[in-house]
């Protein structure tokens, strides 16, 4: 009838997750204008939305204990695109560096070879075990860094993060 009994019913959302995941969909434009004050229709949005688009589960990261200024040393992560649909744009992974207090960036640099667009979601989407048949792909990205004298000595936080060229800002 509407995007509001949609999202409300539990069959009906079923069945539009379901075509999400089949046709790999990013977004589909009718159902965006259901009625946010509604708490049923709301929770039912907020359950479709996690089927749209790509979704990035990270596996596992690897980096040293220790890292010491102009030494190469080499970070990996492992991530599966558990979302519906791929990533189009080839936008860049950055490794950075935070102030373990303030949170702020000491040191940040780009990865050299990771390519978002190649982390697939699965395929085959079978409705009756609400999985697809062919599995995501865990992806291993790595790449050597160095940092230079301008870094102090001191206890960071590692964060990676997917740069939108815009601004080469974190999405």
């Known amino acids: 009838e509407n995007p509001n009994v949609t999202l409300k019913d539990p069959s009906h ?3 539009l997750i379901n075509y999400i995941r089949k046709l790999h969909c990013t977004a589909l ?4 204008s259901f009625d946010v004050y509604n708490p049923s229709v709301l929770a039912g949005a907020d359950e479709v939305q996690k089927a749209f688009g ?11 204990n220790e890292i010491n200024i102009n030494q190469p040393f080499t970070v990996s992560f492992k991530v599966e695109n558990t979302g519906s649909a791929p990533f189009y744009y080839k936008w860049p992974v950055e490794l950075r560096l935070l102030d373990a207090n303030t949170h702020q960036v000491k040191w940040k640099q780009v ?3 990771v390519d978002i667009r190649n982390w697939m979601p699965g395929d085959n989407w079978n409705d009756g075990l609400q999985k697809y048949q062919t599995a995501a792909e865990i992806i291993n990205n790595l790449d050597t860094f160095q940092i ?3 870094v102090a000595k001191g206890k960071y936080i590692l964060a990676l993060s997917i740069l939108d060229p815009a ?3 974190p999405a």
């Open 13 to 15: 959302r079923k069945w």
């Open 167 to 169: 601004g080469m800002v």
């Open 29 to 32: 434009g009718w159902v965006a």
């Open 148 to 150: 230079d004298s301008t």
């Open 54 to 64: 790509y979704r990035y589960l990270l596996h596992e990261v690897t980096y040293p």
């Open 111 to 113: 990865f050299n070879d």
